[in-house]
């Protein structure tokens, strides 16, 4: 076992596939070193959920409120209005999920920018670090958060898998950056590997998205769940790309994401 400590910034422990087995889930991640997680919220109902789960741990879990963008035909300024009363609560650390995704739709174009757009604000208003989503909708989403960009709070861009043009915009604009299990894929996360060395050192942080985003090197099947306990895969092959020492790479990681939720 190692004495590494990790903080699993993205982790969907309210996802119906934890029910049954929540606590051994945690004890599992905690036994290798996932001493806090952050349990983020995707619509109202889970950011409640969220919210009420990490008050029941709350030396290792806090919790994110607000709408993904599947999720934001649900928007509304009532229903907003409760996402924000939970945002006031001594848990709850960031805003989000939120931001933009043109590659499903499930909410339409119109819908998801009428929903990031009042998470923007929120997140200047009440000066809560921003979490956010982003598939194919680059341009739109750089254009929503360029003009705020001295009044934005700590934002980082979650389970990163852009380009190095993408990745450079978003350290010109000071996010941090989320790298998740993608990276241990042979098959699509090679470019990942090549791409560690232009995060700051300051900005990179590291996530499992469990239960879905399974890291290959886990060898786990596709219907298997994965868990915060896979997070030391994910800071391994992290470790292994980058050209700082192990040490300081997996500090600099520990120590970014509590200050990224203000924990520090
Ligand atoms: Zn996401």
């Not at 043109?102 to 757009?117: A, G, H, L, M, V």
């Not at 956010?132 to 861009?157: C, G, S, Y």
């Not at 292994?240 to 939720?261: D, P, Q, V």
Request: net charge negative.
């Amino acid at each position: 076992m190692s004495k590494e400590q990790f903080f699993d910034i993205g982790v969907n422990l309210t996802h119906p596939s934890f029910v049954k087995d929540l606590d051994n889930v945690i004890e599992e991640a905690i036994d290798v070193g996932v001493t806090r997680m952050c349990v983020t919220g995707s619509d109202l109902e889970e950011s409640i959920s969220a919210y009420q789960l990490a008050l029941s741990l709350s030396d290792i879990l806090i919790s994110t409120a607000g709408i993904h963008p599947h999720q934001a035909k649900e928007f509304s300024s009532n229903y907003f209005s409760e996402i924000k009363d939970l945002l006031k609560k001594e848990n709850v650390k960031a805003i989000g999920e939120t931001g933009l995704d043109f590659y499903r739709n499930f909410s339409t174009e119109e819908e998801q920018k009428k929903s990031f757009e009042a998470h923007i604000e929120a997140s200047i208003e009440l000066q809560q670090p921003l979490f956010l989503h982003v598939r194919d909708a680059h341009k739109t989403f750089m254009e929503m958060l360029k003009p705020v960009k001295e009044k934005l709070p700590a934002t980082v861009v979650h389970c990163f898998t852009g380009t190095k043009e993408e990745l450079s915009e978003y350290i010109e604009m000071g996010f941090y950056i989320g790298i998740t299990g993608w990276i241990c894929d042979e098959r699509r996360g090679t470019h990942l590997k090549d791409l560690i060395n232009l995060i700051p050192l300051d900005k990179i942080m590291i996530e499992t998205d469990a239960p879905y985003l399974i890291p290959r090197v886990s060898k786990l099947k596709n219907s298997q769940r994965n868990e915060p306990k896979f997070l030391p895969l994910i800071a391994n092959e992290v470790v292994k790309s980058s050209k700082a020492g192990k040490k300081l790479i997996i500090s600099s990681i520990l120590l970014n994401s509590l200050r990224f939720f203000g924990l520090d």
